[in-house]
């Protein structure tokens, strides 16, 4: 079993930036793809962002490509979510969650954080 704890998040005006963190502990984290996915109160969970466990491809929404970077450092065991040129559409709770591949649907990850609150103010 693998623990995810997120952190980052925050308020911040469109246009600008964040970093978020997935702090991974217990088992092997690199046997591990994790997906970043957000969600805003009245609309379905969204992957956001994936990297799979081996070749380290990335998976992008296209909501966010160009202004989101996904990356892992396994020695860390941390995955990050950098987001840059946030809008307000932005706005939700992103949260990681790890599994054996990247893919859209959220039940194919077992091991989820808690969350953390992004705010994108306009």
């Known amino acids: 079993q693998v623990r995810l704890v997120e952190s980052g998040g925050g308020l911040v005006q469109a246009g600008g930036s964040l970093r978020l963190s997935c702090a991974a502990s217990?088992?092997?984290?690199?046997?591990?793809?994790i997906g970043w996915f957000r969600q805003d109160p009245g609309k379905e969970r969204e992957l956001v962002a994936g990297?799979?466990?081996?070749?380290?491809?990335?998976y992008y929404a296209n909501s966010v490509k160009g202004r989101f970077t996904i990356s892992r450092d396994n020695a860390k065991n941390t995955v990050y979510l950098q987001m840059s040129s946030l809008k307000p559409e932005d706005t939700a709770v992103y949260t990681c969650?790890?599994?054996?591949?990247?893919?859209?649907?959220?039940?194919?990850?077992?091991?989820w954080g808690q969350g953390t609150q992004v705010t994108v103010s306009s």
């Open positions: 217990g088992d092997t984290f690199s046997a591990y793809a």
């Open positions: 990297i799979t466990r081996n070749t380290g491809n990335t």
């Open positions: 969650a790890g599994g054996f591949r990247v893919t859209t649907d959220p039940m194919d990850y077992g091991y």
